[in-house]
């Protein structure tokens, strides 16, 4: 699944790209993603808008064009800019026309993905819309997540999966940045003593910031707006590397399971004595 970083890339590349294009007709492939696309809402507002802004919040993209756009990316999606006489990819779901002969096209091969509109955006609306959302990596005070964490039994890996507690944050992400900041992905998230909030926290900002410098992780068909891959998948230190010796100590990477997801980590330096 796109995690922050990705879909952070997918931003800023498409930006230069759509911002202050204007939208002539939407079409959609008519099948369903996680929930059905609004195409009559869309039709009846955006033919003549103006793209002004596109902006990422947490996984999520957010398209300022008089109405607003608010699309997320599920497991597989991808948003690309290709000329009209390019044929739509297999898996296309929507695309929005400009006036110059350029579209914004929507594919995405497992069908998670979501895209709503809001004709008439306001702050109110947004804050519904993102109302379970935590905030943004960049924005958490580790005293208020210590706080909000001080009775939570989960194990650390678990909570940061969770949207609620910190945005964006999705399986990679979480497990490299707890092996930065030599934290046992095991542990409970109420265990945490203030300073190793403090030392995940920069770890995750760290992680973040050089992943999207990488243009994000190819796993699998993640590309950016330009369909290129991402190359942070080259710097992993723990994600992926079961078996192989720790870049830090040279212990073999170990592999686990919590709350159903495949975890990385070092046994000695995220150990109980690390």
């Known amino acids: 699944m796109p995690e922050l970083p990705e879909v952070e890339t997918i931003c800023r590349g498409l930006a230069p790209l759509i ?8 079409e959609t492939s008519g ?23 596109i902006r990422r919040r947490a996984k999520y993209l957010l398209i300022e064009c008089g109405g607003l756009l608010i699309i997320h990316l599920g497991m597989t999606g991808n948003l690309g800019v290709f000329t009209a006489e390019q044929p739509p990819g297999k898996h296309f779901h929507a695309r929005f026309c400009f006036a110059d002969g350029q579209e914004l096209r929507y594919h995405d091969s497992r069908r ?5 509109f809001f004709p ?9 819309f ?22 939570l039994q989960t194990p650390i890996k678990a909570a940061l999966l969770n949207g609620a507690l910190i945005a ?14 030599r934290i046992d992905p095991k542990l409970a998230a109420s265990a945490l003593t203030l300073s190793e909030w403090r030392r995940l926290l920069a770890a995750i900002n760290e992680v973040l910031n050089e992943a999207i410098v990488c243009g994000g992780s190819t796993i699998s068909d993640y590309v950016n707006a330009e369909q290129k891959s991402g190359y942070f998948q080259m710097h992993f230190t723990v994600y992926d590397r ?14 686990t ?18």
């Open 19 to 26: 911002i202050g294009k204007t939208i002539v007709t939407i």
């Open 31 to 53: 099948k369903l993603l996680r929930q059905p696309v609004p195409l009559d809402e869309m039709r009846a507002a955006l033919p003549g808008q103006t793209i002004n802004a």
């Open 112 to 116: 998670f993905g979501r895209i709503a």
């Open 120 to 128: 008439a955006p306001s702050a109110t609306a947004e804050q519904q």
């Open 130 to 151: 993102f109302a379970a959302c935590g905030p943004e990596p960049v924005d958490c005070d580790a005293a208020l997540l210590a706080e909000k964490c001080r009775r």
């Open 168 to 181: 964006g944050i999705g399986n990679i992400y979480a497990s490299e940045s707890l092996f930065r900041a």
């Open 242 to 255: 079961a078996g192989q010796p720790c870049q830090h100590c040279g212990t073999a990477i170990a592999q």
């Open 257 to 274: 399971k919590i709350a159903g997801r495949s975890t990385f980590f070092c046994p000695k330096c995220q150990g109980e004595n690390s």
